[in-house]
């Protein structure tokens, strides 16, 4: 089996598994989730993901079926269960259902767990790729995991139609982050990130990316800066869990970074240097 999927105690393939009509998932997007890769049967930085999969959870009373451990367990076996050497490693807990569609809920109800394995690779962290820039208009829970994911929808179908990867977002010229990534640029020797307010999701991949320049002594300056400092930047880098530590060559169109390839190859290497001590072998990319 390439992929497998996992609903409320339930495993089978995709195809194969069915959801109650009043999940409050379908109505209202009432859930959280959490994902990044599989590897040599390894969920990578599993206990990160964990983590703030809990916290996303706890931000909005939903109540997550089982304890951190016993999730642990359930997607580690389930990557066990699927073929071939990578996977994306998905999975979600909605509020449940208490009868028919109702904005308000009953505290009481246990939610319902989802997960969702399927092959995927790495992105190749030597080709440069290309952003634009959007603002943001997304509401101010952005440092929650949540389903309602139907802006960041809108912003990467705008960044593929513009034969873009990425969408730079930003509040009147201040950068938050990208639709499904982090962004953060070097600019003197110095690594530039958005702190973890409510504009922006707490990525695993932007902290070990941060980690890493801790044990590479680059500095670190966790601030917002403006789309004008991103043009300026050294460097651009991009981090999520499928695309550990890319670069970005051209915003809108006009060329950007380039500027410091040796501190960018040097915070690569650590940080494909910790992933491969995690999960014991190199990074397979597409």
């Keep these: 089996m390439q992929s497998i999927a996992y609903y409320d105690g339930k495993v089978g393939s995709p195809d194969e598994l069915t959801v109650p009509f009043n999940d409050r998932s379908h109505y209202f997007g009432d859930g959280v989730y959490d994902a990044t890769m599989g590897v040599n049967g390894v969920v990578c930085f599993l206990e990160d993901h ?21 999730l642990g367990s359930l997607l580690t076996d389930l990557l066990s269960k699927v073929e071939g050497p990578s996977h994306f490693v998905y999975w979600q807990v909605s509020r449940g259902f208490n009868g028919v569609r109702g904005h308000a809920f009953d505290r009481s109800i246990p939610g319902k767990l989802w997960v969702l394995i399927s092959p995927e690779f790495l992105g190749n962290p030597m080709v440069p790729v290309k952003l634009i820039s959007l603002e943001d208009k997304r509401f101010q829970y952005g440092n929650i995991k949540t389903l309602n994911l139907l802006p960041a929808v809108m912003y990467t179908q705008a960044a593929h139609d513009a034969g873009a990867y990425e969408a730079v977002l930003h509040r009147d010229g201040v950068v938050t982050e990208c639709a499904h990534s982090n962004v953060s640029i070097l600019k003197d020797g110095v690594l530039y990130s958005h702190p973890n307010d409510e504009f922006i999701l707490r990525g695993i991949a932007k902290t070990h990316l941060i980690q890493a320049c801790y044990r590479e002594a680059v500095p670190v300056i966790e601030r917002a800066f403006t789309l004008e400092e991103l043009v300026d930047a050294d460097e651009v880098i991009v981090t999520s869990s499928g695309d550990l530590c890319t670069f970005a060559n051209e915003l809108d169109g006009k060329p950007v970074g380039g500027r410091d390839p040796e501190t960018l190859g040097k915070l690569r290497r650590a940080v494909f240097g910790e992933f491969r001590d995690y999960t014991g072998v190199d990074a397979p990319f597409a």
């Design 50 to 70: 964990l983590d703030r999969f809990y916290s996303s959870a706890a931000a909005f009373g939903i109540r997550v079926p089982m304890g951190k451990d016993e």
